[in-house]
């Protein structure tokens, strides 16, 4: 990851028509929508009780840690998380889908880009 860039991964077979432009426009009216970001710690077992906390397998986080850090963007969407954060979405910057990459077997990535 490099600065003012990112990535989405998505399972898909084909790419549906419009499929960039309406992830662009959706991410767009979250960074406008300027929702709160609420950053905390958890116990292990209480974080992992929350439905659909890590949309990965829950084993990929190791058994010695203790705590798991859950970042709540207010009112769409709460994930364990280590990366950085800012305190509500307008603070991103307008969002770019740069490019559609096929990664093979149904798996595509986003490659996300901050404009301003």
Partial sequence: MKPLT???DFDLREVPPGFKQAVEDACNAEV?????????TLPRAEAFEIPDIIRTATNLVPPEVAD??????????????????VGSTKQIGRI?????ENKGRGFRRLRIKITD
């Fill in 6 to 8: 990112a990535r989405m």
């Fill in 32 to 40: 406008e929508a300027d929702r709160r970001i609420d950053v905390r």
């Fill in 68 to 85: 798991v850090r859950i970042v709540d963007i207010v009112g769409l969407d709460t994930q364990a998380d280590g990366g950085t954060h």
């Fill in 96 to 100: 770019t889908v740069a490019k559609v």
